[in-house]
């Protein structure tokens, strides 16, 4: 089975190493770049495909933007990265795959949904980024989302038991 890793914007801002963003998670789990970097090395090597969400996209681009130092330098790393997956470089996936989540039904859906996710304290962008991962899975995918929310890590999809071949 394929596996789909999805990068949550903790993760990325902790990759891209934006300043004040540097580690993400609890004090028992810390991500710092070392461990992200190393992470995805060797997701790339067992030929796992990335996963870009438009949140994660959105709310990095933000965090480098209102960041003290290193905005230009930070902003053109991301850049770079979003060219590989508008362009479905390996190892991204292409973005156009998630458009269909934003067209009409798939904003229904989500508007539908998230009101009780904002009730359980789960941001929008933390939705759709739910709503990626499903979709993934949905493809017979196994999906992992790399973050450093556990809150966000509790929405990964199951992935299905194997079946044993007689």
């Known amino acids: ?6 990068l949550d914007t903790s993760i990325l801002c902790v990759w891209l190493q934006v ?5 993400c998670g609890s004090d028992n789990d810390k991500w710092d770049f070392e461990r992200v970097d190393n992470c995805i ?19 990095t681009g933000n965090h ?10 930070t902003a053109q790393a991301l850049a770079e990265i979003m060219i590989k997956a ?3 470089k390996s190892p991204w996936a ?6 269909e989540l934003w067209e009409s039904e798939g ?15 789960i941001s929008i962008g933390d939705a759709t980024i739910k709503t990626v991962a499903e979709y993934y899975a949905k493809m017979g995918f196994q999906v ?4 450093g929310d556990m809150g966000l890590k509790a929405f990964e999809p199951m992935t299905p038991p194997r079946r044993r071949r007689s």
């Not at 090395?41 to 709310?59: N, Q, Y």
């Open 107 to 121: 904003l229904k859906n989500l508007a539908k949904s998230w009101p009780d996710l904002a009730v359980q304290k």
């Open 41 to 59: 090395k060797e997701e790339i090597r067992a030929s796992t495909t990335l996963v870009l969400p438009l949140a994660t996209i959105i709310e």
């Open 64 to 73: 480098i933007a209102h960041a003290g130092t290193k905005r230009r330098q």
């Open 94 to 99: 292409a973005f156009t795959h998630q458009s």
């Open 19 to 23: 300043p004040k963003m540097d580690t």
């Open 144 to 147: 992992e989302i790399l973050t």
């Open 1 to 6: 089975m394929k596996k789909i890793l999805i």
């Open 86 to 88: 508008a362009d479905e």
